[in-house]
C-alpha cells in the first residue's frame, strides 16, 4: 500500500513538475508590448499586446531592411508612409527595449508627436507562475527611433539630463541618461 501511495505521489510530482516548466518555457518566449499612439488633441491611445520573441526580432529585421533601403533612397517614400500610416509597433516612430541590443521581455512603442512619462506604463516580470509589475521608469536599455527625433530625459540623484537621437537612430546600449529616463518626448 506504501509503495503504490508513494508511487502515486511520485507521478503525480512528476507530471506537476513537467507542466510547470512546460508553462515556464512558453513564458520566456513571450514579448509584452505596449504601444502608445500620441493624438494631435494631446492625448493618448495605450494597446498593450503579447508577442514572441521571434516576432520581435523580425521586426527588428525588418526595420533593418527598411532603412538600409531608405539610406539607399530605393523607398523613402514607402518608408514613410509605413510610419505614418501604421499605429503598431512595426511602424512606430520609437521603440524601447528593456534589454540591449533591441531584446526583452519587454517593449514599448511611440507613435507620433507627444511627450509621456514612463511611470505611466508598466512592464511586466515573470518566473513561473508568478509576476512582478514595475514601471518603465529607469528600464530602457536598447532603443530604435523612427522617422521622428526626440530625447529621453533622464533622473538620478539630484542631476538629470537629456539623450538625444535623431530619425532612425538605432542604439544598442542605452546611454546613462536614457537608462535612467523618466520622460519620452518625441517631435513629430
Given amino acids: 500500500m506504501r509503495k503504490t501511495i508513494a508511487m502515486l505521489a511520485g507521478l ?3 507530471m506537476t513538475a513537467c507542466g510547470g516548466a512546460e508553462s515556464g ?3 520566456e518566449g513571450t514579448v509584452s508590448r505596449t504601444i502608445v499612439q500620441f493624438r494631435p488633441d494631446g492625448s ?9 520573441q521571434a516576432q520581435q526580432q523580425a521586426e527588428v529585421a525588418a526595420r533593418r531592411q527598411l ?8 523607398a523613402t517614400g514607402t518608408a514613410t508612409q509605413a510610419i505614418s500610416a501604421d499605429p503598431d509597433c512595426v511602424g512606430a516612430d520609437l521603440w524601447l527595449f528593456d ?3 533591441q531584446t ?9 508627436g507627444g511627450s509621456a512619462t514612463l511611470a505611466d506604463y508598466m512592464t511586466a516580470y515573470c518566473y513561473g507562475d508568478m ?3 514595475e514601471t518603465w521608469t529607469y528600464h530602457v536599455r536598447s532603443y530604435w527611433a523612427g522617422v521622428s527625433p526626440g530625447s529621453l530625459w533622464g533622473y538620478a540623484g ?5 539623450e538625444y537621437f535623431n530619425a532612425w537612430q538605432r542604439v544598442d546600449t542605452a546611454g546613462f541618461w536614457a537608462q535612467h529616463s523618466t520622460q519620452v518626448n518625441l517631435d513629430f
Fill in 25 to 27: 518555457r512558453a513564458a
Fill in 158 to 162: 539630484e542631476f538629470n539630463g537629456y
Fill in 131 to 133: 509576476c512582478f509589475y
Fill in 99 to 101: 534589454d540591449f541590443n
Fill in 67 to 74: 532603412v538600409q533601403q531608405k539610406s539607399a533612397r530605393s
Fill in 44 to 52: 493618448s491611445e495605450v494597446k498593450i499586446d503579447k508577442i514572441s
Fill in 12 to 14: 503525480f510530482l512528476t
Fill in 104 to 112: 526583452g521581455s519587454n517593449e514599448i512603442c511611440f507613435f507620433g
